[in-house]
């Protein structure tokens, strides 16, 4: 187990670096210069170029990846062009607002999610099944950020019960994580069906049903146990897609997250803040997919570590 | 006995979903419409105290602070100006009660009031009035308003109260520019700025702001909200009805960037001033209850810039005829949704006697425009290139545009491009024709932007006329300021038939209000930022 873990932990080194050099050529390369967005149309040639100077911009691509790259391995991720904050600050008080909603999110994923793929592939073909189909297919085509929208107008202007957006209370939740979950929730439902549906095919469920175990037994026993792998495989990737789905959520509920600050870094091209961003959220999903290896390496005895 | 479960449960699935359908889908617009009677504000007895909360779709970048300014944005209740601007326009008392001018307008003396405190307790004094424009106008300091001030020549401080600025050449947009507390005429402690600095712990611009105006600076919270709070100590000027403090305890921007939000925000009561309304939510805005909008010219005028060195828009007779090509009323009536005038001018009317319109030039006469087009050998039209910033409403302008221009045999190609990626073309000088806007208040956006030393940025028309920048200079050096607004009609004239740009729409102010706000007052200059005289009846 602990050789399996190094393993996989220098197996991220190489998924970072390349990342790193993505994340940072992606921006410098598009057009758009973040010092005439924050100098504006009256800033004079020679404001400009002291401006470029000042936060090295003038330097040549590869000295400024090196910079950036000796930066992050310290654990410093620059200072924010457009916010005059270092980017460590703006992510610690942004990272919570964003972790929050999507752990809130991923929570309405699974609550929806692993129980309506269970109900559906047990019922197969049933009508059950086909709403639950109809209802995933609905949720995982429909925009969280509209639906963020409907349902803020519906439950907090049309019907008051919940606060319109902001954040820091319980009740400001409820509303984007719902929006950010019900998508989360359809793939979950859809991976745990077909999942299921295979697993109760297997030799060893008819073996559990010739030996006259009850049909709720071998459900959740042997069939929930075995079929859970992929979804706790999709579990980990989730955070990837909560994250992203987060930024366009941010914007509408108005939640100061890194959602909403990545949005405005790539607009402003503040490149310390996308980069520092985009990175932290790449080390983010590559521990979330090591963290989901390791559960299901647990979840399954059967998986070797070599 | 399932099978029924099961139908029932489909059954409130279906009907709890269409519920959700149905509450979303009913209009507000079908409400009845409240009186929006400005009238009625002020009645009833002042109350002091509350939370007015403003949404902003905007957040400044990236410091608040006079000597560091990016877009000339402020919020302008931390700060004074040494003169404020009447609704008229009129320079009236700010931190100088008066003034007097010498030598033909080459020595001009402020008396500071002398009842007059910074937020953090320092008296405001000539000595600390004369530190902060030399520090305005400081090279190191290197302010966005260096330029505006740059008239300043030296200053002496005669007694503790008064100010004496000494000038080279007469200028007559310095009352303008000492009133324009905005941006560039704001006045802060520059030994607070001097203490806490551009970084660390306690930034100046971010953690810190010092002003004099009538609400100070207590927090900004990045992506979310800035708090203001009353200045007691704050004496107010002739402008308001107020002697001061402020009634209201705070003052809370908040930045909500998407319109839907910061509409429904307002609906519920979260927010009780929209500074922005989109065209698009006008109307469901004003149907609310307890909702009022204002609405009232603008300084914004969108147009369409050629690049007038390129062929073939260095022929003013193709300029002319692509004017004559477009039809501004129905950009703003298709566009705008009726919440725009069709501009026929380098300016906003709101300059009052120095606007100009030429209604023959950029007027609409698609048959003139083609007659125009032959006469400068292309009979057959041409291809252009039209950039515009992917903001839809400019979208759909240019998608119009596209077609107008199709009647008289031009055809148009439409680039989009996000704000970055636009400025890099125009700073590549790789533009044809390109839809922008301005908002300036000051008759100095003409050269700024057709002065030949301005060429090729901000002049991003290319245009270079060496008589035109004579009569530039000359008017900036006018000896009065009503020299200068005659000598810069004059100048619009001659500018007009140069159809430099294709003037499209001025696009109104569009703020909403509650109920609650009483005595609700939009400023020409500051629009909804000076809250002294504003109070909340809850």
Redesign the interface.
Known sequence: MAAYLVKRILGIIPILVVASLIVFFMLQL?????V????????????IE?ITAEWGLDQPLYVQYFAFAGRIIQGDFGQ??????PVSD?LK??LPITLELSLAALFVSMVIGVPAGIISAVRHG???DQ?ALFGSLIGVSIPAFWFG??????F?????IL?????GTFAQLILPAVALGTAGAARISRVMRSSMLEVMQQDYIRTARAKGLSEKIVIYKHGLRNALLPVITIMGLSLGWLLAGSVALE????R??MG??LV?GI???DYPVVQGMLIFLVICVVVANLVADILIAMANPRIKFD | MRKANKGKWLFFLIVAISLVFAMSACAPGEEAAPPADEEDAVEGEIKTGGDLVIAWDWEPDPVIDPYNLGWGNLPLDIFEGLLISDYDFNPGPGIAESYTFEEGGLVQIYQIRDDRYFHDGTKIDAEAVKRHFELLIDEEVDSMSRWDFAFISSMEVLDEYTLQFNLDDPFPAALSNFSWAGGWGGIQNPYAWEEYGPWGENTYGTDVVVGSGPFKFVEWIPGDRMVLERFDDYKSTPIFENEGPAYLDSVTYRFIFDSSTAVMEFEVGNVHMLETVPPEFVEQVSNMPGANVYKGDSWEVVYIGMACDKPPFDNVLVRRALNLAVDQQEIADIVWMGYAEPAYGYISPSFGDAYVADRETFGYDPEMAMELLAEAGYPDGFTAELMVENRTDWISAAEIIQDMFAQVGVDVEIRQYERAGYYDVLRAEDQEMFIRAHSWWGLDILPWYFHSRNFPYPNYHRYVNEEMDARFDDADYSATYEELVEKYRDIQVDLAKEAIWVPLVQPMDIVAYRDEVKNFNFHPLYGIRYNVDVWLDE
């Open positions: 598009t057009p758009g210069d973040p005439l967005l924050l100098a504006g149309e009256r800033a004079t040639p020679e404001r002291r924010s062009i457009t916010r005059n904050r703006l008080t942004s049933s009508l059950i709403a929208i409907l349902l803020m107008l519906a907090a202007v049309r019907m008051p606060p319109t957006s902001g954040y914007m509408v509920f108005a100061p997250g909403q600050l405005r607009l402003m091209r």
